[in-house]
């Protein structure tokens, strides 16, 4: 296979938060730089595990790519679409899940992870990671750029995409899993310092601005400890998030001030202010573009018609090829 494919997707459950665009949309974005092909999809199929009001799905799935287009997906050398635009993907999810053991998916992070936080699972949601490896398969991607949370469900990905070959030929090509290097891109805390998460509810929507951003960021957990007492900045969860948003040099000042403590040091309401300021900043011109599309909603379905065109005839191609090899033509 020649050439790079890259190929990601976000999940429609809510508005896309910070942890969403440094572990992934930025970096999707970013690869429009270089040579290959590029599919992004909306996973609005994967939503349903979790999703029972349509008028609220229909909307996230618009947030999603609104998203995209506003932090600078470029249509020309990017596909964006919708998971279900391609339904071809489900009929090779069938196709995975019978060369795949139930003991792969009963291993799933993810899954457990959720049974942990009290979500009662449905039957669906197990076979997720099925469901995910046909989204990447379909499209020969080779690069799968994404968080960390994702690199069990890549693995998995590798198993099933494997195991098909093994009993059928060489079907499917094997996609490798691109995780930003920092720690804190590849895992962005949430207000408490767990993972942020839709589902935890201690998410920042990427374009939160004004009252409601400062809201937001009050809530970023801090201690007791008073502004003069010395401190090691990386028991100071805002400083995972000023490294989100300030340059290197600005970051070292604010985190040498906390280390000498005494009358210079910044307390924690004056970091939040900061970090308020930033992210204003940081999203601004992306603000004012995600306004422009929203005024032109049939540019955006313009654009995910497009995008689905392409990806379907990709998906298909590849859908044949695994009919094929299987015995079903
Ligand atoms: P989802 O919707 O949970 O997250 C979308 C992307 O954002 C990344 N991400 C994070 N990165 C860093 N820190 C965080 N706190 C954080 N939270 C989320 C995720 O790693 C992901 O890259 N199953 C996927 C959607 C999907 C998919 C696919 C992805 C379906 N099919 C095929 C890639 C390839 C999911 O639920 O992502």
Known sequence: MAGKT?????????RPHLGNYFGAIRQHIALQEEQGERFYFIADY??????????????????????????GLDPERSALFRQSDVPEVTELTWMLLSVTGMGLLERAHSYKDKLAHGITPSAGLFVYPALMAADILAYDSTHVPVGKDQVQHLEMAQDMGGSFNAAYGQVFVRPEAMIPKSETLAKVPGLDGEKMSKSYGNDVWIFESGKPLKNAVGKIKTDSRPPEEPKDPASVLLFQFLELFLDASELEQWKERTRAGGAGAPGYGHMKLRLVEAIELHFADARKRREEYVKDPARVDAILARGAEIARARARATRDRALAACGLR
């Not at 595990?49 to 349509?54: A, E, I, L, Q």
């Not at 799905?57 to 287009?69: C, S």
Request: aromatic fraction near 6%; charged fraction near 20%; hydrophobic fraction near 40%.
């Open 46 to 71: 994967h939503a349903l595990t979790s999703s029972r009001d349509p008028a609220k799905l229909r909307e996230n799935v618009r947030d999603v790519a609104l998203t995209y287009l506003a932090l």
């Open 6 to 14: 890259f190929l990601s997707g976000i999940q429609p459950t809510g």
